[in-house]
């Protein structure tokens, strides 16, 4: 049974920094990771990736201030963000699918299998 359980949202200062966590259970093979966020209704904007094969790759909107890491002993995934802006507000998911995903696709929730439930940042 997988199940991705995020962590670490807060409301924070504008400037300041927060770090989320996403521990990952039942997986048995590789698998990919991504941070997505959300405000509201509108679509769910890809800010990271951690692929199988240990790559990562983070949007242009927050490069720079966001890093992303995992550390593969406990099975989680980590965001760091710095330099919070207000813009950064949103509900911050953690999704994962078993295998590779290419890096080309790396945007589309459609190739995530799995999502978490959730956790709110909220830059004031």
């Known amino acids: 049974h997988v199940q991705l359980v995020e962590s670490g949202g807060s409301s924070v200062q504008a400037g300041g920094s927060l770090r989320l966590s996403c521990v990952a259970f039942?997986?048995?093979?590789?698998?990919?990771m991504g941070w997505f966020r959300q405000v509201g209704d509108n679509e769910r904007e890809a800010v990271a990736r951690?692929?199988?094969?240990?790559?990562?790759r983070v949007a242009d909107s927050v490069a720079g201030r966001f890093n992303v890491s995992k550390d593969t002993a406990t099975n989680t995934l980590y965001l760091q963000m710095n330099n919070l802006k207000l813009e950064d507000s949103a509900r911050y998911y953690c999704?994962?699918?078993?295998?590779?995903?290419?890096?080309?696709?790396?945007?589309?929730?459609?190739?995530?299998?799995?999502w978490g439930q959730g956790t709110q940042v909220t830059v004031s």
């Open positions: 039942g997986f048995r093979d590789r698998y990919s």
């Open positions: 999704a994962a699918r078993v295998g590779s995903i290419w890096v080309g696709f790396w945007t589309r929730t459609s190739q995530y299998t799995y």
């Open positions: 951690f692929g199988d094969d240990g790559s990562i």
